[in-house]
């Protein structure tokens, strides 16, 4: 930190994301991103033209893909906004929506960049704790008088909400915006996208990262009522006109058009993610109800920091989480059959050796 910075972000800590190495080839279980590739169509369109138009900027309405948004989702083109990641929506959304006196409430174990965002905007926020076995309560996010922000499925527990229990929160908090994280929602949980045509107080957020194979290219969007939406885009033009480029809202058009592709890759992971879990529970682990694409697991005889180290030591990255409740659990990644088929052999192996590496 050089002695320049400005006094309010003196103690911000800053998110960390999950490890990107360089130095090998590992398998990758550590940050929820595809083990399929983009479509073949995606490739192509990229390829074949798109590129050439990067001497001009994009459109800062993105409005060929939001119109695609919207076609596919059932909604108005003026209930879509396009963002560099969900992650901007995010952070545009606690700036537009929190005040310095009414803050943000959000579950204790969830997405820690909503902590960090709460923190960088100074923002008042309260970690509501999860209950014992890891779910969310509803009842403690009715008149949060604040707003709330939940992930659904959560992070990294995997554990969704239904939708009638969505509902109820968003009708209890009729003078403060619901934001759903819905980043891992096709993985088997219920969308709340259709609700946003009742309720002019919910927004929803979803990524291309997770089930598009698109965690590289950076695009994020956010469904909700059109004044919401204006809201959004206030704060967009007032930071940065051009934040999603060509060549992801290109990307993005062709993913949309491939849908069954992506439909495909999610029963099958969801089909690994079972094969998995019962591999898994054969070893030993317990592990949490998980609706995303990855798993949320223990072991009774391993401490959690000890597994991960182990298996980085065998090429194998899971994410690990140091934080009160949760650090005997490993984050594992759902991926390709063989990738898992790599990690049940490595943990075979450490478990026999007594986890000495
Ligand atoms: C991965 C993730 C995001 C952000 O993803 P982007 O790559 O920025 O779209 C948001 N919320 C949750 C809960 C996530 O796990």
Redesign the pocket.
């Known amino acids: 930190m050089s002695r320049f910075i400005s006094r309010r972000f003196d103690l911000l800590k800053e998110y960390v994301p999950g490890e990107q190495p360089q130095d090998k080839k590992y398998v990758k279980l550590n940050t929820?991103e595809s083990p399929y590739p983009p479509a073949p169509g995606v490739i192509e369109r990229i390829h074949g033209g798109e590129v050439r138009n990067l001497k001009l900027y994009s459109d800062p309405e993105c409005r060929r893909l939001r119109e695609v948004l919207a076609a596919q989702y059932s909604v108005g083109i003026e209930n879509v906004f396009v963002s560099n990641?969900?992650?901007?929506s995010?952070s545009f959304a606690f700036m537009a929506f929190c005040d310095t006196d009414c803050g943000a409430v959000f579950p204790d174990i969830?997405?820690g960049?909503y902590k960090v965002y709460a923190n960088l905007y100074g923002i008042d926020y309260k970690a509501i704790p999860l209950a014992e076995d890891f779910t969310i309560r509803p009842a403690d996010y009715y008149g949060a008088n604040a707003t709330v922000v939940i992930?659904n499925p959560n992070?990294p527990t995997g554990i969704a909400l239904s939708l009638t229990e969505i509902e109820e929160i968003v009708k209890r908090n009729p003078n403060n915006v619901v934001v759903i994280?819905e980043?891992?929602v096709d993985f088997g949980a219920e969308s709340a996208v259709q609700l946003t045509k009742k309720y002019d107080n919910l927004l929803v957020?979803q990524?291309?990262?997770?089930s598009r194979s698109m965690?590289g290219a950076?695009?994020?969007f956010a469904i909700g009522c059109a004044s919401l939406i204006a809201d959004l885009n206030k704060i967009k033009f007032s930071t940065n006109p051009y934040n999603v480029n060509r060549l992801t809202c290109a990307a993005g058009e062709a993913t949309l058009a491939a849908q069954e592709y992506y439909d495909a890759n999610c029963r099958k992971i969801i089909e690994t993610r079972a094969w998995t879990a019962e591999k898994l529970a054969a070893l030993g682990f317990t592990m949490t109800d998980s609706k995303a694409n990855f798993l949320f697991a223990k072991h009774s005889a391993m401490d959690g920091d000890a597994l991960y180290l182990a298996l980085k030591a065998r090429g194998i990255l899971v994410r690990h989480f140091a934080a009160d409740r949760i650090s005997p659990y490993l984050r594992i990644t759902v991926g390709a059959p063989d990738e898992m088929q790599a990690l049940i052999d490595a943990l075979t192996e450490i478990l026999q050796s007594g986890g000495l590496t």
């Not at 990641?85 to 901007?88: H, W």
């Not at 990524?207 to 997770?210: E, I, Q, R």
């Open positions: 929820n990641g969900s992650d901007e995010l969830s997405y960049f992930a992070a994280d980043a891992y957020v990524t291309f990262s997770k965690a950076r695009l994020g």
